[in-house]
């Protein structure tokens, strides 16, 4: 079985792709980050008249990520109790790191799923994190 899923609750994609993909019983989530569905809001974000980020509150983006990615996973028929696998991207690892782990200890507290957490220079959007997710799914 190899199902594409959109999510009518989690932001629109940036380009052509799905939200999530199932593969047999897995489902890889596309990277999901903290926008909103049907604005170009990004919470947490401050952007100048350019549309660069002057400044950005990462707990306010960690929680909205998180929430976005429960989103997708309910409307793809899993669970956030069923995230095997996260792969996390920070712009800014040295001062986001820590907070970052702090709210990730708070939302995987029972489900404790493999983690890679890499530093990268900039995402397709002015955010400074961004899932990507595998998940079980019945």
């Given at each position: ?68 990615v429960r989103y ?67």
């Open positions: 079985m190899n199902d594409a899923f959109d999510s009518n609750r989690a932001p629109e994609p940036v380009g052509p792709y799905p939200h999530a993909r199932r593969v047999g019983n897995l489902l890889f989530l596309s990277g999901v980050g903290p926008r909103e569905r049907g604005t170009k809001k990004i919470p947490g974000v401050e952007l100048n008249d350019a549309g660069e980020m002057v400044s950005y509150d990462i707990e306010t983006q960690c929680r909205s990520v998180f929430q976005n997708i996973l309910e409307d793809a028929g899993s669970a956030w109790e069923n995230i095997v696998d996260v792969t996390v991207f920070l712009t800014n690892m040295k001062a986001d790191f820590p907070k970052y782990n702090e709210i990730y200890a708070e939302y995987f507290a029972e489900n404790r799923p493999c983690r890679t957490t890499v530093e990268i220079t900039s995402l397709p959007t002015p955010i400074a994190i961004e899932l990507k997710v595998i998940a079980t799914i019945d």
